[in-house]
């Protein structure tokens, strides 16, 4: 090894809010340095090991996987407080394959059995798992430094020699390092030096690397003052500011150890012995128990060939059909995916078994014999879906099936692969929070104690990014002018932004992935390292899903999505008040019903087609096929959008289907000549410009990422393969590439827009067909978000279904469905759950159903009192009954209010009565002249009070709503809150609405103005009134008051806001001016 020094203790930003240096900036500066190998030894994880070990070997750097682990003060069970929240710091470097399974395994006990506050292992644990691993006594706060710096030299020689033990001679050194800073280090130095010759150990020079640059330190003191919720002016605080924790170069080392030249050689000896190989991107897969000891090859053909034979034979007379299957069996088979496949199929069908509500998107939908095993239900034939744009001879990544689930039974099903496949085999995938740009300035601000407000005002004017493209800030300056003013005329916020881009990147938490499952043929330590998320009992792995493939397990995706929810519980809905069974797949696909809803707008609750641009582009459409589901599916997202007019008027016959060359037509005939789906992109290249399918794969990841480089040499291979393969003039090559422009980074691709078509259109077919039941469902799945609530109800007063409040004899914890009554002519009604009142609970909740149910409802106040006796039924959850309307039947609000306390009496009283002993005051009809219960008369509540407790305690208005008294007014008014939301920048409005919140804040030069929430019916607006303007209509502005606003839209990141020019409290004099 031709390098002089090797760095062994070397920090990156998975060291989280500690490391400040990337994975890349590291190797960049060991090139720079010409370092021929590096260590990673992250504080008490392994996130950053694969992605190390990849970019290592790709710079030609030997990679030493480690990490800086903690030593449990005892026992690393042990977690007695103010004893075991001590610990000692060790590196951990791995000799070989051997000492990386260990490593692993050691990360994942301290952090799954010794966690306390950190992840901690003891030398027991050590002992048993030392193969193949190299110790460095690590840092200041390595047990062996501990001992020295209390000058204690014994105890000191005896953990030394004990680390010795357990390691093995020759595998274990005493770290000493640079730190001139640090009180007393000279003597510290001569202790361990001392130690190490006393004890026979060598010593190992180390630099605890958390930055490449000696000009990232303040960046990084950032970094630990936001982990530590401090400032940098704060005294006492955790701080490395006066060290320099830079990588060194390999001269400035053997400069400062010139004293110790055994301390760098041994770095260089060490590195050496270290000679780890990994086999990456080698997928293996759970263990398959099948009947007979079949393979699994052979069970995915007899099950794939016995559907064919049912759903396609009869229907396959040129045998183009079949043909397909074999060729898909082949590849999926060849390529050794037969067991991803039939566990998928297993999970899906059990979900099905259990009367989960599932689906599968993306690509996957575009193979037959995914269909053909139950894994999607999509026909690929019908909707013509390529099974190539999901696996092909060509493509080496592996297939990417995403399974999504109802999310309130997704778990059943993660349970049921634990169960299946082993605990220990199954986890849930680790994701990376990272340091986005407006949080890295709003993070920055705060650690320089600025005020919030500039750093505020910063982060606003940053753009928002789009989905999988994040705005960055040196983006940002350069397309937001007004940034680039600031960033170049102040020098405070130049300070700010500056920072932030070095801590921009960098991750800040580990958390659960949405969707990502691993399944493990053994122990899941094997392949990966784990944790616990954070606050949390799920098991997770320490590699983000690519690392996680690279180490060799498939991904598996269980996605939770609220509108199977919804399905499925309307379903159940269904079956319960109308004893009818829906098979949510055999539904008809041609309902007329279906597409006049879709067709007149009413989309709230649809899936994929809500928002006020799909309702507006439904509407014009006038769908009248799944497939126009499909293509708007695709085409509603940022740049396709722009052909949705095209798609509406070639549909109706108002333009011409035109096609740029006629070999398109075979394309693009189903979407009128509209290029739809990013499979029209990929079909077009190969048709016209002689791609095959492993080219066009590259084609659509430069596409789709937008990588200016890939996109050049493609837009280069595409044109004059036009030319030389289609015949093409250039001029005409060009003007096909100009047809891919909208979908450079947006594709959809056509088997997932058939996934999400079809899941839009059972949702329509439920709200269409069992109105009530449906909304039921969304209204459930939105508790506890009143905003999408109140959204729902306007729409189920538009559908004719009234929303009651609550009520102790009807509701249940849910929202529930009250059939209307047929000889009346009155139209089904949804009633409120008891779990929706605040203050109220669930277990009180269940004891008011559950008595019902069994006794009968409640005939009156002191019928409620007599027989719900429990805990839990008090001051506070009887007032929020009464409040929140679920007690109307028994009384006037105001007086079961005012009466409580002798109500609470009464059942404490009554409780003490014998069981079996029948109530005195069962046959009583007047609830309001029971005796030892008479109500005392109070003041009945106004209706204003009414609804101020409706909002308290059920998120939301019920019976009425404020503005009910501007009625005539409020239809008159042009423009509602909603439709100002979507009005462009800087145009005038006029608007009424309640002031819900009024929030008062300080201008520079300390002026008050004030940040306004209007709402109406169903919509709310921020109002921006500044010092003026307070000034002149302060006295008006109160919380519940109705006022008319006037004012301009101001448009910023895609949020909404009115500049207040005008204000006008709404009085009932004024109602109708």
């Given amino acids: ?225 936001i982990q530590t919720n401090a400032q940098l002016a704060d005294t006492n605080r955790m701080t490395m500011k006066n060290e320099n924790n830079s990588m060194r170069s390999m001269e400035e080392m053997v400069e400062l150890f010139k004293d110790t030249p055994d301390a760098i050689e041994n770095t260089v000896k060490i590195a050496e012995c270290c000679n780890l190989e990994l086999e990456l991107g080698k997928w293996v897969f759970p263990k398959l128990e099948l009947k007979d000891n079949r393979k699994p090859e052979e069970y995915l053909q007899e099950l794939a060939y016995a559907a064919y034979k049912e759903k396609f034979s009869a229907r396959d007379a040129d045998g183009e059909i079949k043909k397909r299957v074999d060729y898909e069996l082949e590849v999926i088979i060849g390529k050794g995916y037969a067991p991803y496949f039939l566990i998928v199929s297993d999970l899906i069908n059990f979900a099905r078994e259990k009367g989960i509500v599932t689906t599968t998107r993306g690509s996957a939908a575009g193979s037959l014999v995914s269909y053909l095993i139950g894994i999607t239900t999509v026909d690929p034939i019908e909707y013509m879906l390529p099974f190539e744009r999901f696996l092909n001879p060509h493509r080496p990544s592996p297939p990417d099936i995403d399974m999504d689930f109802a999310d309130d039974r997704r778990e059943e099903v993660l349970e049921y692969a634990k169960g299946k496949y082993g605990r220990d085999k199954v986890a849930q995938i680790g994701t990376f929070g990272t340091m986005m740009a407006r949080g890295s300035v709003r993070d920055v601000t705060r650690a320089l104690g600025k005020p919030y407000d500039l750093g505020d005002r910063i982060a606003k004017l940053i753009p928002m990014g789009s989905q999988g493209f994040p705005m960055t800030i040196a983006q940002a300056i350069e397309i937001e002018p007004e940034l680039k003013k600031m960033y170049k005329g102040e020098p405070e916020v130049k300070q700010i932004i500056d920072l932030a881009k070095k801590i921009e990147g960098c991750a800040r938490h580990i958390s659960v992935h949405a969707a990502g499952v691993v399944i493990s043929p053994t122990e899941l330590t094997d392949f990966v390292p784990l944790q616990f998320e954070p606050k949390g009992e799920k098991i997770i792995t320490q590699f983000n899903m690519h690392d996680v493939e690279e180490a060799g397990l498939l991904k598996f995706d269980f996605l939770g999505i609220k509108n199977l929810a919804i399905l499925g519980n309307s379903i159940k809905i269904v079956k319960k008040i109308h004893g009818i069974d829906i098979d949510i797949q055999n539904i008809p696909l041609d309902d007329r019903k279906t597409f006049e809803l879709l067709s007149r707008g009413d989309t709230t609750g649809v899936f994929q087609m809500g928002g006020s641009g799909m309702t507006r582009y439904l509407k014009e459409l006038a769908p009248s096929r799944i497939t126009d589901l499909m293509a708007m599916i695709a085409l509603f997202r940022p740049g396709p959008m722009d052909n949705i007019p095209s798609y509406i008027k070639r549909k109706h016959g108002q333009e011409a289907i035109t096609y740029l060359d006629p070999r398109l037509e075979k394309i693009l005939e189903k979407t009128y000549g509209v290029v739809t789906y990013q499979d029209d992109v990929l079909f077009i290249a190969i048709e016209l410009a002689g791609y095959d399918w492993g080219s066009v794969d590259k084609f659509r990841k430069a596409i789709g990422k937008k990588i200016p480089e890939e996109m050049a040499k493609q837009e280069k291979i595409f044109i004059e393969g036009c030319q030389t393969h289609g015949g093409i003039t250039k001029q005409k090559a060009e003007a096909l590439w100009s047809l891919f422009d909208p979908f450079k980074g947006y594709g959809f691709n056509k088997a997932h827009a058939a996934s999400y078509g079809m899941v839009a259109y059972q949702t329509a077919y439920m709200k269409a067909n069992f109105p009530a039941e449906y909304m039921t469902a969304v209204l459930t799945a939105d508790s506890g978000d009143t905003e999408k609530i109140a959204v729902s109800i306007v729409e189920c007063k538009k559908m004719g279904i009234p929303v009651l409040p609550p009520n102790v004899n009807e509701s249940f914890e849910d929202f529930t469905v009250i059939k209307g009554e047929k000889e009346k002519n009155s139209p089904d009604q949804i009633r409120f759950g008891l779990c929706t009142i605040k203050n109220l609970g669930a277990e009180i909740s269940r004891v008011i159903i559950e008595e019902r149910k069994a006794s009968g409802q409640f005939k009156s106040f002191a019928d409620f009192l007599d027989r719900i006796k429990h805990k839990n039924l008090n001051k506070k959850s009887l007032e929020a009954l009464i409040k929140a309307g679920a007690m109307d039947e028994f009384g006037e609000r105001g007086q079961l209010l005012g009466n409580t306390e002798d109500a609470l009496l009464y059942s404490k009283d009554t409780a003490k009565l014998n069981q079996n002993q029948g109530s005195l005051f069962s046959l009583m009809q007047n609830a309001t002249s029971v005796p030892g219960l008479k109500l005392k008369e109070t003041p009945p509540a106004s209706q204003h009070e009414k609804l101020l407790w409706e909002k308290e305690l059920l998120g939301l208005y019920i019976s009425g709503h404020p503005l009910d008294r501007f009625k005539e007014k409020f239809e008159k008014i042009k423009t509602k809150i909603g439709e100002a939301r979507k009005m462009p920048n800087g145009l005038p409005v006029v608007t009424i609405g309640m002031i819900e919140e009024a929030k008062k804040i300080f201008t520079k030069k300390g002026d008050p103005m004030l940040f306004m929430k209007l709402s109406d019916y169903s919509d709310s607006i921020e109002n921006v009134i500044f010092p003026k303007i307070l000034d002149k209509y302060g006295e008006i502005i109160r919380e519940g008051n109705c006022v008319a606003v006037k004012g301009r839209v101001s448009l910023r990141n895609g949020d909404s806001s009115i500049i207040v020019e005008e204000l006008k409290e709404l009085t009932v004099e004024n109602a109708n001016s």
Avoid: W
């Fill in 1 to 225: 090894m031709s390098s002089k020094f090797v760095h062994l203790h070397v920090h990156s930003h998975y060291s989280l809010l500690d490391g400040l240096a990337k994975i890349d900036d590291l190797i960049k500066k060991a090139v720079e340095l010409k370092m021929t190998a590096l260590a990673l030894t992250d504080h008490g994880n392994m996130h950053g090991s694969i992605e190390f070990y990849k970019k290592c070997k790709k710079a030609n750097i030997k990679p030493i996987i480690g990490t800086e682990c903690y030593i449990a003060f005892e026992g690393m069970r042990d977690k007695r407080p103010g004893i075991d929240n001590k610990r000692y710091h060790l590196v951990l470097l791995a000799r070989n394959e051997i000492g990386y399974k260990n490593l692993k395994q050691i990360v994942t006990a301290a952090n799954l059995e010794g966690y306390y506050y950190k992840p901690r292992v003891d030398k027991a644990y050590l002992r048993a798992h030392s193969e193949g691993l190299i110790a460095l006594s690590a840092c200041m706060a390595g047990e062996v430094s501990r001992k020295v710096e209390k000058k204690d030299f014994a105890e000191a020689e005896r953990i030394a020699k004990e680390y010795e033990e357990i390691f093995g001679k020759g595998n274990f050194f005493i770290e000493i390092g640079h730190h001139p800073t640090i009180d007393g280090y000279m003597e510290i130095q001569k202790g361990l030096a001392r130690v190490a010759r006393n004890a026979g150990i060598p010593l190992v020079a180390t630099q605890d690397v958390h930055y490449a640059n000696v000009e990232d330190r303040e960046a990084q003191d950032i970094l630990v003052a």
